[in-house]
């Protein structure tokens, strides 16, 4: 999905950089070519000021994904999940991120949340990148406690596991 929404903006990388970061954000376009966050209204000029381009080329984009029945199916109907990743380091938590071989394999989650539970560690979030909407999907999962070296070796040991970072 991410490559075919990325298609129609082929001759634009500055349009693409746009689209990029309402998908990282979640940020959704309203009826009037807005964006916004839930019901709070995004200026353009901060957008274009984020990723290095012209107010106009994100009003531009936003006329585009209005125009087009299925990326305005996609961008008025997407929508943030807060996250504890930024928090950790303030609230004492340990965030896990596993890059995987093929994001598209079955029982990912599973495995390595299953893993953490067999170790006793409880989760307290989950995010899952999704591989239609990210060039380089992660599983991030944050933790109330360190990880022991045994638990990082038993993840890093899985078949799909290409690296693994900790925060």
Do not use: C, W
Not at 143 to 155: F, K, P, Q, R, Y
């Amino acid at each position: 999905m991410f490559d075919e929404i990325m298609e129609k903006f082929e001759g634009s990388p500055s349009q693409q950089a746009v689209i990029r970061l309402l998908l990282e954000r979640g940020f959704s376009v309203n009826d009037d070519g807005r964006v916004v966050s839930g019901g709070i209204e995004i200026p353009n000029t901060g957008i274009a000021r984020e990723i290095g381009v012209d107010r106009r080329v994100v009003d531009s984009t936003t006329d585009v994904i209005l125009e087009d029945p299925e990326l305005r199916r996609i961008f008025q109907n997407i929508s943030q999940v807060p996250s504890l990743m930024d928090l950790a380091p303030v609230l004492d938590l340990t965030v896990l991120s596993v890059e995987v071989t093929n994001a598209e394999q079955e029982g990912i989650v599973a495995e390595v949340t299953g893993t953490l539970a067999d170790h006793d560690i409880s989760i307290r979030q989950t995010i899952s990148e999704d591989p239609e909407f990210t060039d380089e999907p992660r599983l991030y999962l944050i933790t109330d406690e360190e990880l022991s070296g045994e638990v990082i070796t038993a993840i890093r040991d899985l078949s799909f596991v290409r690296k693994i970072e900790i925060q």
